[in-house]
């Protein structure tokens, strides 16, 4: 039975008022806590630098634009007592404070307080990867590059370069990101990594996948029956190498020693030269054109002539010579690295007691053909698009005129062909040349996939699936329009590297504490229980800008929005100590390697 409020004539108000629950929230899954442990060698006047470190996070819910809009909002955070004993907070510094904090945090700061954020993280995300796969089988993943452009004529910006934006090339940085498609939350990042602009995508999707497997805890199945025949194509490709080698060292070794020839043949001439000038001036002979010594001189200079060839001959044959020698230390060394990685994905399959089946989207600009064979190799089924032009125009090619395309959208049509072999590519894959119209013009496109599905049976779903990585390109839409990242607040690199994370990290707890919302207990009567909707947008541009009055009692608090508010006549009950949720429970108990880092860590 619920304890009815004391009703208070005048009581408090919070202008914020979806604060208060993700402050009881963030308390109960330990996020304060993880804050208020991080040791920063910084002085406290009135607040310390952790209060002003979590304001910024708070403020982060909140959708602030700037560090300016925690005092000069138009309902300024720091002057919301009841949203700073929410968070346990006996007040909230002013923005110049918080600002002077994050431009003095060191590197070494963030990523202890990144660390302890990352563990909350990864208990949510094995929660996930456990209900996903029970229900379906495997997971799914994708992965992109989002630019925070800043303007040109700024010099303050540390370590920033320029680089493609958007179609532009803009000074500015580029962040990593990953994302896990959720049963629960539909989607939860996993990882967002700092670059500068001059960052491309081909350079970062190994690194996506690295950082994925460390959110997820878990890793494929590796692929070492594949590397072991890329090996052995290695080698017999190297055999050729290493015959026309010993060709061009015979041949280069024949034209060193026909140049030694040559070069006796024209000492010899030019001796018999010398002998006939002195003969030719003792007898005071003139040299004439059918003479002994002008066909001598003519001798010579064919000599000199074939010298000449000789030696432009040993020329060419070293150069070839040189460039297949450096051609074989390479093959050397990229064998020497294919067989070091088959042994690192034997092992790494002997020590994956548990591997997941992960199907990972990705879009053209991580796909060269280096990235997808090695992504193949280490386990992944790949949706992608081709990077290259040129195989769009040669499958289209190989496309009848009288061809029956597969109708996979309104304007969207697909042609497919199974067990395609795209050229100086290791392995077969199943290829899909999309045709979709962009008025006025007709386009092109070739879907890649690799896997043990038969997409090329199911046109439609496999166009369908890819374009769900749709789901990230939003997310990156949310964290511009609704987080600002692409609003750097401090001007400090350790600080932009946390507000980087600060963002994933709340994109994430919000859709947690809004499924924990729903679960609330409904209110007394009269008030009527408010249902949160699990939007992102509506829950930071509504739910923490909305007032409400707060009647506290021994049981609870209760949140009743007032009449200002779009959610007039609905309220929230806070019971008065909810059960905190255990960090054991949140560790993914099929990976008990993962438990041993954590605890590590």
């Known amino acids: 039975m619920i304890q009815q409020p004391k009703i208070q004539h005048n009581p408090a108000m919070t202008a914020h008022a979806y604060l208060l629950p993700f402050g009881e929230y963030a308390r109960t899954i330990g996020v304060i806590e993880e804050f208020q442990q991080v040791a920063v060698a910084q002085k406290t006047c009135v607040h310390t630098p952790q209060s002003k470190l979590l304001e910024a996070f708070v403020g982060t819910l909140a959708g602030m634009r700037g560090i300016k809009d925690l005092s000069l909002a138009e309902h300024p955070l720091d002057q919301d007592e009841l949203v700073a004993d929410a968070w346990d907070q006996k007040s909230w510094a002013d923005y110049s404070g918080v600002a002077r904090t994050l431009q003095q945090v060191s590197q070494a700061e963030v990523e202890k307080l990144i660390t302890g954020l990352q563990r909350i993280n990864q208990g949510f995300i094995r929660q996930e990867v456990e209900l996903a796969l029970a229900e379906v089988g495997y997971l799914v993943v994708d992965g992109d590059l989002s630019c925070i452009p800043v303007c040109k004529q700024s010099t303050r910006f540390p370590q920033v370069a320029y680089g493609h934006m958007s179609d532009m090339v803009r000074l500015g940085y580029q962040v990593g990101l990953v994302s896990l498609h959720s049963p629960r939350y539909g989607r939860l990042w996993l990882s967002i990594e700092h670059h500068p602009g001059n960052v491309t995508s081909v350079t970062q999707a190994l690194n996506l996948v690295r950082a994925a497997e460390a959110a997820l805890g878990g890793r494929p199945k590796r692929r070492p029956d594949l590397l072991a025949q890329r090996i052995v194509q ?16 015979q041949a280069w070794q024949s034209a060193q020693a026909e140049q030694q020839q040559r070069k006796q043949q024209v000492q010899e001439g030019q001796a018999q030269v010398t002998q006939l000038e002195q003969v030719y001036a003792a007898k005071d002979r003139p040299e004439r054109a059918c003479s002994q010594l002008a066909k001598a001189h003519q001798q010579l200079e064919r000599l000199h002539k074939r010298l000449t060839q000789a030696a432009e001959k040993d020329h060419k044959l070293a150069k070839s010579l040189q460039r297949l020698q450096q051609q074989w230390a390479q093959h050397e060394q990229t064998g020497q690295e294919l067989t070091q990685r088959l042994a ?36 992944y089924e790949i949706y992608t698009k081709a990077r290259s032009a040129q195989v769009v125009r040669s499958l289209l090619a190989e496309v009848p005129a009288d061809f029956a395309w597969v109708r996979v959208g309104p304007d969207a049509l697909l042609a497919t062909w199974q067990g395609f072999r795209l050229p100086n590519f290791a392995y077969p894959v199943q290829v899909a040349v999309a045709r979709f119209k962009d008025p006025p013009h007709l386009k092109h496109n070739v879907l890649l996939y690799f896997g043990p599905e ?8 496999w166009y369908v699936f890819y374009n769900g990585r ?8 949310e964290q511009k329009h609704i987080f600002y990242l692409h609003r750097i607040k401090v001007r400090s690199l350790p600080a932009i590297v946390l507000q980087e994370y600060l963002v994933l990290f709340a994109a994430n707890f919000i859709r947690w504490a809004m499924r924990w919302m729903q ?14 909707s699990l939007s992102i947008k509506r829950a930071v541009q509504v739910g923490t800008h909305t007032s409400a009055y707060v009647h506290a009692s021994p049981a609870g608090r209760l949140i009743a929005f007032t009449h200002l508010s779009c959610f007039f006549h609905q309220a929230l009950w806070l019971p008065a100590q909810p ?5 054991k429970m949140m560790i993914f108990s099929h990976f008990p390697w993962f438990e041993q880092w954590l605890h590590k860590t």
């Not at 038969?454 to 779903?461: G, V």
């Not at 059960?579 to 960090?583: A, Q, S, Y």
Request: aromatic share 4%; glycine share 6%.
């Open 470 to 477: 749709q789901t990230i390109e939003a997310g990156i839409k």
């Open 344 to 379: 690192h994905l034997i092992q790494e399959n002997e020590h994956n007691a548990q591997p997941l089946r992960i199907l990972l989207r990705m879009d053209a600009g991580f796909g060269s053909y280096a990235n997808l064979i090695e992504l193949i190799e280490l386990g």
């Open 519 to 532: 679960t609330l207990p409904p209110p007394p009567a009269p008030w009527q229980p408010h249902t949160p």
């Open 454 to 461: 038969s997409r090329c049976e199911q046109p439609q779903a």
């Open 579 to 583: 059960t905190p949720i255990p960090k």
């Open 234 to 249: 290695h080698e017999q490709v190297g055999q050729v190498v290493w015959d026309r080698l010993a060709t061009h060292r």
